[in-house]
């Protein structure tokens, strides 16, 4: 069974930087392209940023490029997600998910492309 658990999500101030992490289980995890995507109260779910299965590449949505990173240790099962800079628009239930893409050095930024997903971690951003 595969599974996916995100942590590091919390309350915050406008301006602090936070750090997310996914844990994967029950996959080849050097075997799929890793993404984080956000929804907020009312929205839909939102591309945020994904990393390939090497970490050779790495795509980010305009929303968050410049100040956030994206990383993984495929060693740990681990994917990371970090934004510094953060605003109220940032506040967001944060997933982790993961598209079965072995060798592939297309990156994913679709929520169609990943098979499997996490349960979320709320981030809460004030001003």
């Known amino acids: 069974q595969v599974r996916l658990v995100e942590s590091g999500g919390g309350k915050v101030q406008a301006g602090d930087s936070l750090r997310l992490s996914c844990t994967g289980s029950?996959?080849?995890?050097?075997?799929?392209?890793m993404g984080w995507f956000r929804q907020a109260p009312g929205k839909e779910r939102e591309f945020v940023a994904s990393i390939t299965w090497s970490g050779s590449r790495t795509a980010y949505a305009d929303s968050v490029k410049g100040r956030s990173t994206i990383s993984r240790d495929n060693a740990n099962k681990m994917v990371r997600l970090q934004i510094d800079s953060l605003k109220p628009d940032d506040t967001a239930v944060y997933y982790c998910?993961?598209?079965?893409?072995?060798?592939?050095?297309?990156?994913?930024?679709?929520?169609?492309?990943?098979?499997?997903w996490g349960q979320g971690t709320q981030v809460t951003v004030s001003s």
């Open positions: 998910a993961a598209d079965y893409k072995p060798f592939s050095s297309a990156t994913s930024t679709r929520p169609s492309e990943f098979d499997y």
């Open positions: 029950g996959l080849t995890f050097s075997d799929h392209h």
